[in-house]
T-cell receptor, first 112, second 109 residues
Framework: NAGVTQTPKFQVLKTGQSMTLQCAQDMNHEYMSWYRQDPGMGLRLIHYSVGAGITDQGEVPNGYNVSRSTTEDFPLRLLSAAPSQTSVYFC???????????FGQGTRLTVV | GESVGLHLPTLSVQEGDNSIINCAYSNSASDYFIWYKQESGKGPQFIIDIRSNMDKRQGQRVTVLLNKTVKHLSLQIAATQPGDSAVYFCAENNNDMRFGAGTRLTVKP
């Protein structure tokens, strides 16, 4: 099993550009989520999904869109990148209910 | 709003000593708590979890204590080793998972 795979690992965008951060898991997990991690801060929840076709907003959803068309994939879209979105992004997955989440290795995004 | 937070941002201990990392939470309805370890340049990794119907759970060299009366969670690491140096996060899982700011543990040789 590959676990949770995020691509790309690094990305530089210009302000106003759009891009999609990819996240895939091969553990048949119902729950998937996206976090951002800024220096000196913890992980803040952007969006999450408890199953295919279902998404919900987290703590900091503005500027980001998600969709969950399959169990395996949960892409995060930035429609118009802003410097404030410079961060490290982590995708996580897990089974529904009171269980742990498994994290990908992160995508370091810089918006200039 | 409800949040998960940590008491101390940094902790420095001598190799071989025990470490205690604390966490306060504010959602009294939370049922499940997790401790994660994050090494530099990596994603968080699961260490240990505890459900709200327990007050203590032990793993290999780690123990989590839950005090629901004061909404406090702690992670104890026995005989701390250099490989334990990392940032530690507590998280509460209520349909979604929310994290605290983290504590950076440094182990001095």
């Amino acid at each position: 099993n590959a676990g949770v795979t995020q691509t790309p690992k690094f990305q530089v965008l210009k302000t106003g550009q759009s891009m999609t951060l990819q996240c895939a898991q091969d553990m048949n997990h119902e729950y998937m989520s996206w976090y951002r991690q800024d220096p000196g801060m913890g992980l803040r929840l952007i969006h999450y999904s408890v199953g295919a076709g279902i998404t919900d907003q987290g703590e900091v959803p503005n500027g980001y869109n998600v969709s969950r068309s399959t169990t395996e994939d949960f892409p995060l879209r930035l429609l118009s990148a802003a410097p404030s979105q410079t961060s490290v992004y982590f995708c996580a997955s897990g089974h529904r209910g009171l269980t742990e989440a498994f994290f990908g290795q992160g995508t370091r995004l810089t918006v200039v | 709003g409800e949040s998960v937070g940590l008491h101390l941002p940094t902790l420095s201990v001598q190799e071989g000593d025990n470490s205690i990392i604390n966490c306060a939470y504010s959602n009294s309805a939370s049922d499940y708590f997790i401790w994660y370890k994050q090494e530099s340049g990596k994603g968080p990794q699961f260490i240990i979890d505890i459900r709200s119907n327990m007050d203590k759970r032990q793993g290999q060299r780690v123990t989590v204590l839950l005090n629901k009366t004061v909404k406090h969670l702690s992670l104890q690491i026995a005989a701390t080793q250099p490989g334990d140096s990392a940032v530690y996060f507590c998280a509460e899982n209520n349909n979604d998972m929310r994290f605290g700011a983290g504590t950076r543990l440094t182990v001095k040789p």
